[in-house]
């Protein structure tokens, strides 16, 4: 088994709650460059959680060091996250402004063991183009400021026509007022140049969790 298989099989491991200790180990010499490519590829949370049954003189104090520090990183940046996305709800909701929680969150609370154990930096919301204005409004209001976009029609806050149904509308970004916090609005879910199909059904299909302590669409 090389590095690459063996952080897969970790990764995989981790992600699946397993209690039994991996079957294989790699030599000693190669921890310190699978802690570098764990940390890269955001895995370490994960590779981490695979190591906890394995007995201690198995793996180099250094690693589990490391290891543990990407997970104590990946814990503090989740509840930093998860406090600006409760905030930015509360903030849009009191306006009437629904959106979608997508990616890290979301994938977080519903996916993983624990949600610490999946690494993201940053906020991905869905939004009705509808909604947008209110929305770019809202935020601004209340101490949200543009982080951009990378559209060469419209501007940050207006929403240029789209010249075809196929089309999807750019990403456009906020930075919570700490600035530490990006939120990124999104407009469909995949944007791969497909037609808007059903929308208002697949609104209608979002379910509800808490997180934080607050409901939110996922």
């Not at 996305?85 to 993983?112: F, M, N, P, W």
């Not at 690494?119 to 183009?129: F, K, W």
């Not at 976009?149 to 940050?156: C, F, L, P, V």
Request: proline fraction near 7%; hydrophobic fraction near 40%; charged fraction near 25%.
């Amino acid at each position: 088994m090389n590095g690459v298989e063996f952080l897969t099989a970790a990764a995989h491991a981790g992600a699946m709650d397993r209690t039994a200790p991996l079957a294989v180990l790699p030599p000693a010499e190669s921890w310190p460059g699978l802690v570098e490519l764990a940390i890269e590829h955001r895995v370490g949370p994960l590779v981490h959680e695979a190591l906890s049954p394995v007995p201690s003189a198995a793996v180099p104090p250094k690693v589990r060091a490391a290891l543990e520090g990407e997970l104590l990183r990946s814990e503090a940046t989740r509840l930093l996250c998860e406090s600006i996305l409760c905030d930015a709800i509360g903030t849009l909701r009191s306006q009437g402004v629904e959106v979608i929680v997508l990616k890290g969150a979301t994938v977080a609370h519903d996916v993983y063991p624990r949600p610490e154990l999946r690494l993201y930096h940053d906020i991905d919301v869905l939004c009705r183009v509808e909604d947008y204005p209110k929305l770019y409004e809202t935020l601004l209001a209340h101490g949200y400021t543009s982080a951009g976009t990378h559209e060469a029609r419209g501007t940050h806050a207006v929403l240029a026509s789209k010249p075809s149904p196929s089309e999807s509308h750019a990403v456009r970004a906020f930075y919570d007022p700490s600035g530490d916090v990006k939120i990124e609005i999104h407009f469909v879910v995949f944007q791969l140049g497909l037609r808007d199909r059903s929308e208002d059904a697949f609104w209608r299909r979002a379910r509800t969790r808490d997180i934080g302590g607050v409901a939110m669409k996922l």
